[in-house]
């Protein structure tokens, strides 16, 4: 059975940092893209950036809200996906879920097929 | 960045009736990459249809999508009580990936 566990959310003042991870298991870490999500609270979801598997390149990319304060990275020897937020904004508050899939034909890409409880993140003076 | 607009915003349905949910792209998306989830009040979202209309595993066949180009639909044949959530649709294809701003199908 997949299982993706995130945690390090909790309440930060604006302009600090937070790193958040997320552990996987229950299949082959290291063949997997995996993505951060986020959800406001009472809004939508927002896919915050990915980084492809090692044997991909483990390239990554990021939104554009979020683009140069978070840094994806991965250690696949813990089978532990990693997001480094910096100068967090009360906007940035949210409920942040990782994710991963199974790749499709047609596609490099997998969608979603997996998800995790998430862990909230609160950007509070 | 390819911009997803789901409509309508709230869909007020009977159990038994029919959904039809539609979701629109800023500029054209491969159909291998276009995907459908559901979410409930206070859960994970869930995955239902990738491929544009293929399903995920164990989701109903009342779940159905359709669509290529720039425009898409998830259609629910007849409604279940546990059908009542939000649904969003996604593109997975393109960098940055986007999703709609979700549907919520309400009970009327």
């Known amino acids: 059975e997949v299982q993706l566990a995130e945690s390090g959310g909790g309440l930060v003042k604006p302009g600090e940092s937070l790193r958040l991870s997320c552990v996987g298991s229950?299949?082959?870490?290291?063949?997997?893209?995996m993505s951060w999500v986020r959800q406001a609270p009472g809004k939508g979801l927002e896919w915050v950036g990915r980084?492809?598997?090692?044997?991909?390149?483990?390239?990554?990319d990021y939104a554009a809200p979020v683009k140069g304060r978070i840094t994806i990275s991965r250690d696949d020897s813990k089978n532990t996906l990693y997001l480094q937020m910096s100068s967090l904004k009360t906007e940035d508050t949210a409920v942040y879920y990782c994710s991963t899939g199974s790749r499709r034909s047609g596609t490099m890409s997998p969608p979603f097929d997996y998800w995790g409880q998430g862990t909230l993140v609160t950007v509070s003076s | 960045e390819i911009v997803l607009t789901q409509s309508p915003g709230t869909l007020s349905l009977s159990p038994g009736e029919r959904a039809t949910l539609s979701c629109r792209a800023s500029q054209s998306v491969s159909s291998s990459s276009l995907a459908w989830y559901q979410q409930k009040p206070g859960q994970t979202p869930r995955l239902l249809i990738y491929g544009a209309s293929s399903r995920a595993t164990g989701i109903p066949d009342r779940f159905s999508g359709s669509g290529s180009g720039t425009d898409f639909t998830l259609t629910i044949s007849r409604l279940e009580p546990e059908d009542f959530a939000v649904y969003y649709c996604?593109?997975?294809?393109?960098?940055?990936?986007?999703f709609g701003g979700g549907t919520k199908v309400e009970i009327k």
């Open positions: 996604q593109q997975f294809g393109s960098s940055p990936l986007t």
């Open positions: 229950g299949f082959t870490f290291s063949h997997a893209w």
């Open positions: 980084i492809k598997s090692t044997t991909d390149g483990g390239t990554t």
